[in-house]
């Protein structure tokens, strides 16, 4: 009884009562439903929070499809709330947006192509600034698959070695490059103080929160995957990486997990089932530690506010069977069930032979 007690509870209700967050990362392998995941987290924490502010910082943006409304890279409010906001922001194309070619905006994104890394890193480190000048109670992340998520993890380090680059680019060339600014009459802000200037501000900008990363009281990563070996595989690398950043992850939410409640006869989904159930076991063994919830697999895709709204109950509460397999109710539903099967097969049938009667002249 005491070992069962000190089984973490299968819910997310741990993160919705720490409320000194600040950050919450929500990630995973790629077509798990981190999307899902992260949108219905907003919308809890919308009803315990003054202000939520969720951000895609996936490419293939799926923020506009779980919610049905239109986001753009401002945070815009969701519509039938009144704190909760919404933006996706694809860094590899933001610094396009705020300064085009011309100026110093243009040659740091000339720089940015010959140090790899250092453009999503700034981009990261200027949507950061833009953030922190909001003032958002909790800021949620639907971050891209484990290995972008990884990579943006680094960009501190990522920023400090082009720093670092450019530091060593200028003891090289001494004064070569503000002689060409002045030559070409290109001003001051093009000059190289400038340009290290706002590289340094950007770094400052990324350490900062960086740190802040690495505070378990204002920052948490939760896990999303499915029961299979590959995503229990990239699971396992994306906590241990998390643990070689020093962030804090204590929940991860396993989706799509089939459940025997009305009496499956078909041997795919029960092949399907007894094989989820091995990598559900090992997830347990694993993580004995973790909050882990588990999700139903729906037969239709979970997409507007009402559709997420009804599917939060079960991050707030284990999922649980309607019917348990051997007991009279699930018995009286099995046959149920294959009586309605029959009459459909009896009439199948019958129209079948119809079909096969010769016409009589």
Not at 81 to 109: I, K, Q, R
Not at 130 to 146: E, G, K, N, R
Not at 213 to 239: A, G
């Amino acid at each position: 009884m005491a070992e069962q007690e000190d089984v973490p509870e299968g819910t997310i209700q741990n993160v919705l009562e720490q409320e000194t967050l600040k950050w919450v990362f929500v990630g995973g392998k790629g077509g798990v439903g981190k999307t899902t995941c992260s949108s219905i987290l907003s919308i809890l924490l919308a009803s315990v929070r003054p202000s939520v502010l969720i951000i895609s910082t996936d490419p293939a943006h799926n923020l506009s499809d779980a919610f049905q409304q239109r986001f753009t890279k401002s945070p815009t409010l969701v519509n039938g709330f009144t704190n909760l906001y919404a933006m996706e922001v694809d860094p590899t194309v933001e610094n396009e947006d705020t300064g085009g070619s011309d100026g110093m905006d243009g040659f740091l994104s000339d720089l940015a192509n010959s140090i790899p890394g250092i453009d999503e890193a700034m981009s990261f480190a200027e949507m950061l600034k833009l953030v922190q000048t909001m003032d958002y109670s909790v800021i949620v992340f639907d971050t891209a698959p484990t290995g972008h998520t990884l990579r943006l993890l680094q960009f501190p380090s990522t920023l400090e070695k082009g720093l670092d680059k450019i530091m060593s680019l200028k003891s090289k060339f001494g004064g070569l490059l503000g002689q060409m600014t002045r030559m070409f009459g290109v001003g001051e802000e093009f000059g190289e103080d400038a340009i290290l200037g706002k590289l340094e501000g950007m770094k400052d900008v990324i350490e900062q929160v960086n740190k802040q990363f690495k505070d378990p009281d204002l920052t948490t990563f939760v896990c999303v995957c499915i029961p299979e070996f590959l995503s229990l595989y990239e699971t396992e690398r994306l906590v241990q990486e998390l643990a070689k950043f020093e962030i804090d992850t204590h929940n991860i939410i396993i989706n799509q997990v089939l459940f025997d409640e009305e009496g499956v006869e078909s041997k795919l989904l029960k092949a399907r089932m007894k094989m989820q159930q091995k990598y559900l076991d090992q997830f347990y063994m694993l993580y004995d530690d973790f909050h882990i919830t588990k999700l139903p697999l729906l037969p239709q895709e979970v997409c507007g506010v009402e559709a997420l709204k009804a599917f939060s109950q079960h991050f707030l509460k284990p999922y649980q069977p309607m019917l348990t397999e051997g007991t009279i109710e699930e018995l009286e539903q099995r046959v149920s069930r294959l009586q309605q099967l029959l009459k459909e097969a009896e009439s199948e049938l019958e129209r079948a032979r119809k079909g096969k009667q010769p016409i009589n002249n």
